[in-house]
C-alpha cells in the first residue's frame, strides 16, 4: 500500500516553462487536493477534486490546471511558471470531506528562476 | 469562512518535558473536525490526532493529547515527556462537513515550530 505518491521531489524550472507535477494514490480515496506551502503562510489550497471528472478552485488557483480522469490519479500543471510559484507543493487525498484526516504525498519542492 | 490561529510560531521546550501548542478556531458550525498535523524536517505532513466536535471527550494517542474546549472553540495540544523526535511543525486544522466556494472545507493554521533542546 504505497498511500500519495507524488513526483518529483524536486524541480527547477525556467519562468514560462510548463510542467505537471503528478499525484496518485491507491486508497480508492474520492477526494484529492493540491496545497502549496509558504513560509509563514501555512498550507493553501490550490485545486481539489471531489471524485472522477469533478474539480473545483481552491484559494490561489490562478496559474494552476488539474483534471481528474480517474480516481487514482490528480495531476497538477503549471502553465507558464512564474518565479511566484516557486514553492513546496503538496497533494493530498482523504476518503471523504467530512472526518478522513488527510493522507499527503511527501512533497515537490519547486524552484522558478 | 472558517479561521484557525496558531498564536505561538515557534516553541521551545526541554526533552523529557510537557509542551501545550495552542490553536483557537472561528466557526458558526456545531458539527466539524479538528486536526493536528506534524511536518518534521523531512517535510513528510503526518496526522498526529483528531478529534470530533460532537465528542466531550477529549482525544489522546500515546504522549499527545488535546485539550478541546468547543465553547471557547479552542484545541490545544498537548506533548508529555517530550522527545527529540518531536521537533517540528505542527499544524492545527479545521474540517468543516460543507464545501465550495473556493474552499474544500479545510482550514490550516499557520504552524508553531517546536524546538526540543536536549
Known amino acids: 500500500n504505497a498511500g500519495v505518491t507524488q513526483t518529483p521531489k524536486f524541480q527547477v524550472l525556467k519562468t514560462g516553462q510548463s510542467m505537471t507535477l503528478q499525484c496518485a494514490q491507491d486508497m480508492n480515496h474520492e477526494y484529492m487536493s493540491w496545497y502549496r506551502q509558504d513560509p509563514g503562510m501555512g498550507l493553501r489550497l490550490i485545486h481539489y477534486s471531489v471524485g472522477a471528472g469533478i474539480t473545483d478552485q481552491g484559494e490561489v488557483p490562478n496559474g494552476y490546471n488539474v483534471s481528474r480522469s480517474t480516481t487514482e490519479d490528480f495531476p497538477l500543471r503549471l502553465l507558464s511558471a512564474a518565479p511566484s510559484q516557486t514553492s513546496v507543493y503538496f497533494c493530498?487525498?482523504?476518503?471523504?470531506?467530512?472526518?478522513?484526516?488527510?493522507?499527503f504525498g511527501n512533497g515537490t519542492r519547486l524552484t522558478v528562476t | 469562512a472558517q479561521t484557525v490561529t496558531q498564536s505561538q510560531p515557534e516553541m521551545s521546550v526541554q526533552e523529557a518535558e510537557t509542551v501545550t501548542l495552542s490553536c483557537t478556531y472561528d466557526?458558526?458550525?456545531?458539527?466539524?473536525?479538528l486536526f493536528w498535523y506534524k511536518q518534521p524536517p523531512s517535510r513528510q505532513m503526518i496526522l498526529v490526532i483528531r478529534q470530533e466536535a460532537y465528542k466531550q471527550q477529549n482525544a489522546t494517542e500515546n504522549r499527545f493529547s488535546v485539550n478541546f474546549q468547543k465553547a471557547a472553540k479552542s484545541f490545544s495540544l498537548k506533548i508529555s515527556d517530550s522527545q527529540l523526535g518531536d521537533a517540528a511543525m505542527y499544524f492545527c486544522?479545521?474540517?468543516?462537513?460543507?464545501?465550495?466556494?473556493?474552499?474544500?472545507?479545510?482550514?490550516f493554521g499557520k504552524g508553531t515550530h517546536l524546538i526540543i533542546q536536549p
Open positions: 493530498a487525498s482523504s476518503y471523504s470531506l467530512e472526518n478522513s484526516p488527510l493522507h
Open positions: 486544522a479545521y474540517r468543516s462537513p460543507y464545501s465550495g466556494g473556493g474552499a474544500d472545507g479545510l482550514t
Open positions: 466557526t458558526s458550525e456545531s458539527d466539524y473536525y
